[in-house]
């Protein structure tokens, strides 16, 4: 598209993206954004979406060339009808749930709609449960406390971002020993592409694991002395 990559991405994924005031991308993606300009000459326009059915009915329409973030699973991407970059960063995940570990703890597992991640996980570590959807990762939280759902699955890159939440203190936490990566998707047949994503993840790999994961895997939380 005259040297322009079309990438799109779903907001309140941090620290991979989100949408800024000024309707940037920000967190990861903007890393990726930087380095296919500076490193090849390739203009990236940004385009911002609240929910995985509204992003995934983008690429396939032709309105966008990449997207993300995905759990990177071959099984996934064959079921859905794409294909995945080289991993953007790694990860493990963390189980949040009341009470005592069980069985049934895993029975119903909420995801945001606005996830990928947390809905590929929940499909490929569990795929004998039942998934909640929620409007968001803090809907995901109080659905585990309503009893609407059993628990939540969710990235340790996120649990810093999730602290904000009062509802984190009143959940346990088991962190899970599955290693997972964290990806980009294009259409089957874009070899090319992938080919240029992957030489441009490869450039970025210093930024991705190091200042710009930890830049962006907190958020300032308030506080006061009122009852101190």
Not at 39 to 46: A, D, P
Not at 163 to 177: C, R
Not at 206 to 224: C, K, Q, V
Request: hydrophobic residues 40%; glycine residues 8%; contains cysteine.
């Amino acid at each position: 598209h005259d040297f322009t990559v079309r990438l799109g991405y779903l907001s309140g994924n941090l620290p991979y993206c989100d949408e800024t005031e000024g309707n940037e991308v920000k967190g990861l993606f903007a890393v990726i954004a930087e380095t296919f300009r500076k490193n090849f000459g390739i203009q990236v326009e940004t385009i911002c979406y609240s929910g995985i059915d509204e992003m995934i009915t983008a690429i396939f329409n032709g309105e966008i060339d990449l997207f993300g973030p995905l759990y990177s699973d071959f099984w996934l991407a064959e079921k859905n009808g794409f294909i995945n970059s080289d991993a953007i960063t790694s990860t493990t995940f963390i189980l949040l749930y009341q009470g005592d570990y069980t069985e049934e703890t895993v029975k119903r597992i909420a995801y945001a709609n606005n996830s990928a991640i947390q809905k590929g996980a929940a499909e490929i570590l569990f795929p004998d449960a039942e998934y909640v959807p929620c409007k968001s990762k803090e809907d995901c939280l109080n659905a585990v406390m309503d009893g609407k759902a059993s628990c939540t699955l969710v990235s340790t890159a996120t649990m810093n971002l999730l602290k904000q939440y009062g509802t984190m203190n009143s959940l346990n936490i088991m962190e899970l020993p599955h290693a997972a990566q964290i990806c980009l998707g294009t259409q089957r047949g874009n070899s090319e592409l992938l080919n240029i994503m992957n030489r441009v993840i490869f450039a970025s790999a210093e930024n991705l694991n190091g200042t710009a994961l930890m830049d962006n895997a907190y958020a300032d939380i308030p506080f006061s002395l009122v009852g101190y």
